[in-house]
């Protein structure tokens, strides 16, 4: 049973909202909406959508950035999952295939568009394959929004979405409401650390990829002289 109805077009743009909102530094809302009127006038092909701005120009934006701007991509999906799911997440939501036909579908269409740039200039930085790198996104975002604080955030500011004129929200509106919610002090005591821990977590997996795969071309050298002169 879902946590409001399913495939509810309000909740996932709630999510990226929250996601957007924590990352006020990088990135300004300049509305949100469930109405697809709306949401046409920024892309024909959407039933809702966030739009907003980068705050930086995009060849100064660093691997934190664009790290950012991935979750910030992949927050509708997963407010998606979280939703469906009634905050009762299994590990076939990490399922490759899954995961593939999500991305290649028209209602996960817009969210792709932006994600692409982003993890482009990701991965260079990073020795391990793209889907380990989404899917860390995926754990994340799926635990703040199953967290018991930000789950009721989600779900009001859902609410506030569905039930705006238009279903839309300007950007003065979004933060004025959130700001009024327990994700302010949230954002301000805990994500940072999150994310740094993240970050550390992401490089410490590339530098033993990195050395596993060292030690495994070293022993291959070895093993092939071996054969060699035996």
């Known amino acids: 049973m879902a946590l409001t109805i399913n495939n509810d077009t309000a909740i996932h743009e709630a999510g990226h909202c929250i996601i957007s909102y924590l990352a006020t530094d990088l ?55 979280v939703n469906h799911s009634d905050c009762q997440l299994t590990e076939q939501l990490y399922d490759n295939r899954l995961f593939a036909t999500k991305m290649t579908s028209n209602k996960y269409s817009g969210d792709c568009q932006l994600f692409l740039p982003h993890i482009q200039r990701v991965m260079p930085h990073l020795s391990i394959k793209q889907r380990p790198y989404t899917i860390s ?7 703040i929004f199953s967290n018991q604080v930000i789950t009721p955030i989600l779900i009001d500011l859902r609410n506030q979405i569905s039930n705006s004129p238009n279903q839309t929200l300007v950007s003065h509106e979004i933060i004025a409401f959130l700001d009024k919610t327990e994700l302010k002090n949230w954002r301000e005591n805990e994500w940072r650390e999150i994310l740094t821990s993240r970050i550390s977590e992401i490089k410490k997996k590339s530098i033993s990829d990195i050395l596993l795969k060292y030690w495994r071309s070293c022993w291959q050298k070895i093993f092939d002289s071996k054969f060699k002169t035996s």
């Open 137 to 143: 996104c995926q754990r994340l975002l799926h635990e």
């Open 27 to 81: 990135f300004e809302i300049k509305f949100v909406t469930a109405n697809k009127n709306v949401s046409k006038t920024e892309d024909r092909t959407s039933i809702g959508g966030l739009s907003g701005s980068l705050k930086k120009e995009v060849d100064t934006l660093t691997f934190e950035d664009h790290d950012l701007m991935v979750l910030i991509c992949l927050a509708g999906m997963a407010a998606d999952d």
